[in-house]
């Protein structure tokens, strides 16, 4: 299977302890239709986001949050 993580960048290259905003495992079928691909890209822009306003906030402000989008 495939998997999509997504991180604020600041936690690259180091991902231990880090931030995940979405951590979901991606099969073909996931893909075949538009509306399951829309979702996906959905699910993937909020995780994007997510990690952008993560990299806004200062580095004091950081600590560990829980996973947002697990599937």
């Known amino acids: 299977m495939s998997r999509i993580i997504v991180v604020p960048d600041s936690a ?3 991902l231990e302890g ?3 905003l979405m951590n979901e495992e991606v099969r073909p079928e996931h893909l ?3 509306d399951s691909a829309s979702q996906l890209i959905e699910r993937v822009a909020w ?5 952008s306003e993560a990299e806004q906030q200062p ?3 950081r600590g560990p949050r829980a996973m947002r989008h697990d599937r």
Do not use: R, Y
């Open 47 to 51: 995780a994007i986001c997510e990690a």
């Open 59 to 61: 580095v004091a402000g």
């Open 32 to 34: 075949q239709d538009g």
């Open 12 to 14: 690259h290259p180091q």
């Open 18 to 20: 880090c931030s995940v």
